[in-house]
């Protein structure tokens, strides 16, 4: 690759970096991954990435995201599967009962048993997609990756059966800004809001010193058939302890499913109120949450009060987009 074609493909990298999903490692959730594994397509942290280099270059080749050169086919490879998020759709499709998720301070034991059974036992894939790694050879490894993109690729074009998971849509959670969060540290507190629907969860940046963040960060959620609450969370950022929270609620979305369902394709309507949520004791709104037709899109703007914390509310919107869209 020369020179001009290398920086333009670091700059794709570094985009792709960050990406909301991108933000946390893909297989423990551990904030600001600075590797990658070329050929899955997942960003993820240091421990992870040791994991990761034990499975052989057959499974996963690992690459640093700022010191190590990357080909321009390695690079296309890994924005074409589209960050964490995507990847996680299918190699954790099915993840079953009893099986858990390492985090960020798990033990490199729990590490090693979930990311090999992950990626080279491919035990949490659908079942059609599955190959035994052990056998593979260059075209197999094609072969299966060309699979696992064309399964991407369906889930954003259509009802998509992942193991026991229906998903029906995509939620987009604009993360407006919060006002007047509690303070965790001497005088403010360090800032970041993680959200979590079933099994996923993703989370915003950091903001250093901000009792009243302005984020405006975009956050991509799937929706599964059998979907419950969004349940958001806020964190203060500590370098050498454990971060500490700041409030909580959760996000009733069937108002703005049940409302988007029922006018079928936006892109119909002039810009109009389809429905609302009300505000009542039991939940976190600070006023009705109305849902509209804007430009051709479903969208909900809310606005919470912190639950569990001495002060904090947050300002949202919500955009429903269909799979078909």
Same mark, same amino acid.
């Given at each position: 690759?020369?020179?001009?074609?290398?920086n333009?493909?670091?700059?794709?990298?570094?985009?792709?970096?960050?990406?909301?999903?991108?933000?946390?490692?893909?297989?423990?959730?551990?904030?600001?991954?600075?590797?990658a594994?070329?050929?899955i397509?997942? +960003?993820?942290?240091?421990?992870?990435?040791?994991?990761?280099?034990?499975?052989?270059?057959? !499974?996963?080749?690992?690459?640093?995201?700022t010191?190590?050169?990357?080909?321009?086919?390695?690079?296309?490879?890994?924005?074409?599967?589209?960050?964490?998020?995507?990847?996680?759709?299918?190699?954790?499709?099915?993840?079953?009962?009893?099986?858990?998720?390492?985090?960020?301070?798990?033990?490199?034991?729990?590490?090693?048993? +979930?990311?090999?059974?992950?990626?080279?036992?491919?035990?949490?894939?659908?079942p059609?997609?599955?190959?035994?790694?052990?056998?593979?050879?260059?075209?197999?490894?094609?072969?299966?990756?060309?699979?696992?993109?064309?399964?991407?690729?369906?889930?954003?074009?259509?009802?998509?059966?992942?193991?026991?998971?229906? +998903?029906?849509?995509?939620?987009?959670?604009?993360?407006?800004?919060?006002?007047?969060?509690?303070?965790?540290?001497?005088?403010?507190?360090?800032?970041y !809001?993680?959200?979590?629907?079933?099994q996923?969860? !993703?989370?915003?940046?950091?903001?250093?010193?901000?009792?009243?963040?302005?984020?405006?960060?975009?956050?991509?959620?799937?929706?599964?058939?059998?979907?419950?609450?969004?349940?958001?969370?806020?964190?203060?950022?500590d370098?050498?302890?454990?971060?500490?929270?700041?409030?909580?609620?959760?996000?009733?979305?069937?108002?703005?499913?049940?409302?988007?369902?029922?006018?079928?394709?936006?892109?119909?309507?002039?810009?109009?109120?389809?429905?609302?949520?009300?505000?009542?004791?039991?939940?976190a709104?600070?006023?009705?949450?109305?849902?509209?037709?804007?430009?051709?899109?479903?969208?909900?703007?809310?606005?919470?009060?912190?639950?569990?914390?001495?002060?904090?509310?947050?300002?949202?919107?919500?955009?429903?987009?269909?799979?078909?869209?």
């Open positions: 690759m020369d020179r001009g074609k290398a333009s493909g670091k700059r794709r990298l570094r985009d792709l970096l960050h990406q909301s999903d991108n933000r946390i490692c893909a297989d423990c959730g551990a904030p600001d991954p600075k590797w594994s070329a050929n397509g997942v +960003f993820i942290c240091l421990k992870c990435c040791g994991v990761h280099r034990s499975l052989g270059t057959h !499974v996963s080749k690992v690459l640093s995201v010191l190590d050169e990357w080909s321009e086919e390695e690079i296309e490879a890994m924005i074409e599967v589209g960050g964490n998020a995507s990847a996680n759709s299918i190699y954790e499709a099915h993840i079953p009962d009893g099986v858990i998720k390492p985090g960020p301070t798990s033990s490199h034991e729990a590490r090693a048993k +979930f990311i090999r059974s992950k990626y080279e036992l491919q035990e949490f894939l659908k059609s997609l599955r190959i035994s790694s052990a056998k593979t050879n260059a075209s197999l490894k094609t072969s299966f990756s060309r699979k696992i993109l064309d399964s991407l690729r369906s889930n954003s074009s259509q009802n998509e059966t992942v193991g026991m998971i229906e +998903f029906i849509g995509l939620l987009k959670v604009k993360v407006i800004k919060g006002i007047n969060l509690a303070i965790r540290d001497m005088m403010s507190s360090d800032p !809001v993680v959200l979590n629907l079933g996923q969860t !993703v989370q915003t940046t950091v903001m250093a010193s901000n009792l009243n963040p302005v984020w405006n960060e975009e956050l991509m959620l799937s929706v599964p058939q059998d979907y419950g609450p969004v349940k958001l969370r806020v964190f203060d950022h370098t050498f302890s454990a971060d500490d929270i700041m409030g909580e609620a959760e996000l009733d979305i069937q108002p703005l499913l049940t409302s988007a369902l029922a006018y079928g394709n936006p892109e119909l309507f002039s810009n109009m109120q389809i429905g609302k949520w009300l505000k009542s004791d039991d939940n709104l600070i006023e009705d949450s109305i849902i509209n037709i804007v430009d051709g899109k479903v969208k909900q703007n809310i606005l919470l009060k912190l639950q569990n914390v001495e002060s904090g509310e947050m300002e949202l919107e919500l955009e429903w987009m269909p799979l078909a869209q």
